[in-house]
């Protein structure tokens, strides 16, 4: 049973007022913001860290991990954290950090190179690092696909970055002295540069890969000729001696030059990459490229000291074609050696006239064209193209009083005819001039023999007697010969008869009328 009087107490006595509890406490509010900051930290430092990459060098000489950096024009994008060797490969791998906006373009078109000290005939590049040390250079590329790991350039490359114009890729049989980075010219301006030379695997020629910045890169063209500019083109040939060189810098490093017969706007530029043929010099560039040739030989058995291979074959002075071969050869038949010298005739190079017919079908037919030339008189001979360096070259040309020649189409190489040079047949001409004064000379000698052996005896009774008739005629002609005296009584008379004859002419002109009337008396 209750207490009234406790129970009055007990509602007499204050309430408390009970707040719930808080599900989480505002204490703990500080180290959840605390981890919030720290993932966020470690967010946006792990969303800034780029990518690592693997770049493998034959050495890493100059390279430190921890200081080395990579520039990519001058501008730091990435450092060198580790370098260690790969016992596989014997190579050394860098491992590389780079910066997250590097990213897109890490793709296996891209380029690492290390950076030094380095001089060539090109001159000398990187002598700042003499200083602050080698670092790592890069060409970067947005096309290809995304790649970690790349084999490094030994050699920094001449081209880098997207310099517009194109590349185009030369071949020869001889590199002479050309090498990368070398210049390449465009009527006397540096308009490119050498980027790579390559000895093909089958070791027969060389291939040389060249840039031309733009927008020289558009006169390069399918009339484009190549040729090797380096040191001093010195040639003699038929048209005498030539020197010529592209600048002081071609002749001490080298260089390469080109020219193209057409650079109007209606021809199409070269697509990049295309090939072309490096000649060995600007004469040879400039040589006729034959198209419609056909291959002859000629037997000459003349000297052809002078006639090399390369010789232009001329009608008329225009050439027609080459000389392609020379040989020596010995006929075991005929016991006779002869020089066959293989020629190139292009017909092209003559142009039609005449209406479709029966001379245009033959024109179209070499073989019918040449046996219908050959007919007329065409033969070919050699000739001096230059007195002083002595060269020679094959000339073409009518003589209607030539022997017949039939062609023999039968083997291979057709003979052609010819007849004997200038040279040969004056040679020929002063050695029958000489057998004829060989042959006087003996008829001579004989006449000599016999008038000191069988005239001689006649000769002297003739000369007695006209000593003899010489010692009258002077016996005759003496001052006290009777015919002196004759002679001296018959002029004093003749003198008297000749006064007497001008006394009478005297008179007759002072008195002309004593012809008619006679002379007076006085």
């Known amino acids: 049973m209750s207490d009234p009087v406790q129970d009055e107490y007990m509602n007499h006595l204050p309430e408390s007022n009970i707040q719930p509890r808080a599900k989480i406490s505002i204490i703990w509010l500080v180290p959840i913001v605390a981890v919030l900051v720290g993932a966020w930290i470690g967010y946006k430092a792990w969303s800034e860290i780029g990518p690592t990459v693997i770049i493998t060098f034959a050495t890493a000489d100059g390279l430190e991990a921890g200081k080395t950096k990579i520039k990519y024009k001058n501008v730091e994008i990435g450092e060198v954290k580790s370098i260690h060797v790969n016992h596989d490969s014997m190579n050394v791998e860098v491992v590389a950090e780079m ?35 080698a670092y790592i250079g890069i060409d970067t590329s947005s096309e290809g696909r995304q790649l970690r790991k790349f084999t490094g350039l030994e050699i920094p490359p001449v081209i880098t970055g997207n310099i517009p114009g194109r590349h185009f890729v030369l071949h020869t049989r001889n590199l002479g002295s050309i ?22 695997p089958d070791g027969e020629s060389v291939t040389i890969r060249i840039f031309i910045n733009a927008p020289y890169d558009k006169w ?14 010195f040639s003699m040939n038929t048209s005498g001696i030539n020197v010529d060189s592209e600048s002081l810098v071609s002749i001490l490093i080298g260089g390469i030059a080109f020219e193209s017969a057409d650079i109007s706007n209606g021809i199409k530029p070269a697509e990049n990459n295309s090939g072309f043929k490096l000649y060995p010099n600007r004469v040879e560039s400039l040589k006729i490229d034959y198209q419609a040739e056909r291959k002859f030989v000629i037997n000459f058995s003349e000297s052809v000291r002078g006639l090399t291979i390369g010789a232009p074959v001329e009608f008329r002075g225009i050439q027609m074609g080459e000389v392609t071969d020379i040989q020596l050869l010995f ?11 293989t020629m190139t005739i292009d017909y092209a190079r003559i142009a039609l006239k005449e209406k479709p017919g029966k001379l245009a079908q033959l024109a179209v037919n070499s073989m019918r064209r040449t046996e219908f030339f050959i007919n007329q008189g065409l033969r070919a001979q050699l000739e001096t193209g230059n007195l002083l360096t002595g060269q020679l ?24 005819p010819s007849v004997p040079g200038t040279m040969g047949g004056l040679k020929i001409h002063i050695n029958s001039i000489l ?32 000593e003899n008739t010489l ?6 002609l003496e001052s006290d010969s009777a015919l002196q005296q004759d002679l001296h009584i018959a002029l004093r008379e003749f003198s008297k008869a000749a006064r007497s004859i001008k006394t009478l002419a005297d008179y007759l002109e002072r008195h002309p009328e004593s012809l008619i009337q006679g002379k007076k008396r006085d």
Not at 435 to 457: A, F, G, I, W
């Open 179 to 200: 090498e990368r980075d070398v210049p390449v010219y465009y009527r006397k301006f540096i308009v490119g540069r050498v980027e790579e030379v390559k000895l093909k």
């Open 220 to 233: 390069v063209n399918a009339s484009t000729k190549f040729w090797n500019a380096s040191g001093i083109d």
């Open 331 to 341: 006929d075991t038949e005929a016991k006779k050696i002869s020089v066959p010298v």
């Open 99 to 133: 910066t997250k906006d590097i990213k897109p373009f890490l793709t296996d078109k891209s380029r690492f190179w290390v950076i030094r000290a380095r001089i060539n005939a090109s001159g000398a590049s990187g002598l700042d690092t003499l200083l602050s040390g």
């Open 471 to 476: 010692l009258t005629i002077q016996g005759t």
């Open 435 to 466: 057998k004829k004064v060989d042959s006087m000379m003996t008829q001579v000698n004989e006449l000599s023999y016999k008038l000191n052996h069988k005239l001689e005896p006649e000769l002297s009774g003739t000369l007695r007697q006209a």
């Open 393 to 416: 070259y094959i000339a073409l040309d009518f003589f209607p009083d030539a022997a017949p020649f039939t062609m023999n189409w039968q083997v291979d190489t057709p003979e052609f």
